[in-house]
């Protein structure tokens, strides 16, 4: 069991007509102990056959009279341990220090402790002496450190992942006013290898990050991230992850820093790398902006901005949001429907393509069409789009012409000289034409095309 009752030199009474001092027992609830085993599946030898020993660990304590040898017994499995909470398990791996006690005869494990404060290991200290006594100092080079410090030989050492810090914010921490260093901390959950979950704030405004594959230089999570998960309540997208790029100037003779230069945040169609002509930002501006010079910056980066004025009290200029990344992302509705639903606009920019694959049908319900920007700006300027052509109403009219030509004559013919049309034919000619110029019902009023004098 874990919990146990200890004697110290230091706890003593002297017993009336003894001469001597005798040690009073007291009770330990939570002892320190080392994992040796980590049930992580029913694969596991040590399973057991029962679904309540999967998360238990095999572990020995570091006091008590049944510390066992590091290197384990059948006698082992007696010392089994569950986690000590319920929906939350931060299961360890052999050689993980950690607290173990006893309620209601029952062994519960608390940890994995954290004596250096490191997300990926941090070394048992109380055990260490244990493991040197075990092997010969002329034997050490016969061991790895997994050896000496009783760890898992499948660990991949990871200690040079950084704690994922919280960085003041000039921004946002402390909007509008002189700012001040001293941040409140945030709830995070951090795994081994460069993964976590924040669940703070910046001011009085909640934020909730989810980061995976952060690079172990890295003190803090943002879009660099392999993959970045963000609900932000205030602040905008700039605020919060700009500048995210640095470019650093080097003298070609010294290989001195000579200046540092910033890159700000950007989508990934809007990468400058990628020359992109037609990339959502330009989209935006010719949106926003028409044929006036415009800065789509405050629509793709600046939404949710908190004013930053010293003489207003800080309120967004818009609301939350969300913002999520990674090299791909797929969304796969299994069964039933996807809905993507907007009470503003929806902007879709790529690097490269945009390809919709259906089954059956393609419905694009809009009030009206356009094909090309230059379509949009000719009809919002007064302009003659070119609109494109509906099929009936032109099949309609190319009828009306054949029918002419079919019973086409003219008044009589002189030396090979035919004269006009004759008039019932006349008629029907004169009623096709003002069709064509007053009447075009093959022309859609609805969906335009560019013309071929703008340059793709």
Known sequence: MGSTFLKSSKNKIRVPGI???????????????V????????KHYAYGGSKRNINSILAT??????????????????????????????VPMVGDP????????VNYYLGPLNPENNPNYNKDHLNRKETDYKINASDHRKYSTKNINGVS??????????????????HLDNPGKNFESDLMGDMVLEGRYGNSIRIGSRNVNPLVFISNGRLSTNETESPLDSSFFSMIHYGSLRQHFDPIYTVDEIDSDTGEVTNTSYKPFVLSSDESSLENDRSLSSMLKFLYGGREEYDPTSVLYGYGMIDQSETMVPTPIEGSQMFLRSDRITLDSRKDDIFLSSFGNVHIGTGQNLTISTKSDVIIES?????GKDSKDKKDNNETPEPLVLGEQLRIVLKDMLDILSSFKVTGVMAGISGPPEPGV?????????????NVNFLSKFHYIESNEVEK
């Open 19 to 33: 001469y001597k001092d005798i040690e009073i027992p007291f009770y330990m609830q939570f002892v320190p102990g």
């Open 35 to 42: 994992v040796t085993d980590v049930v992580t599946s029913t």
């Open 61 to 90: 304590k570091h006091v008590g009279k049944d510390l066992m040898d590091r290197k384990g017994s059948q006698s082992e499995l007696e010392n089994r341990y569950v986690p000590l909470m319920r929906g939350m398990a931060d």
């Open 98 to 105: 950690v607290l173990l006690c006893t309620v209601g005869n």
């Open 153 to 170: 030989t499948s660990f991949i050492d990871g200690t040079g992942f950084n704690r994922v810090q919280k960085s003041p914010n000039i």
């Open 367 to 371: 009030n009206n069409i356009y094909l």
């Open 426 to 438: 006349l008629g029907k000619i004169e009623t096709l034409k003002g069709k064509l110029e007053n």
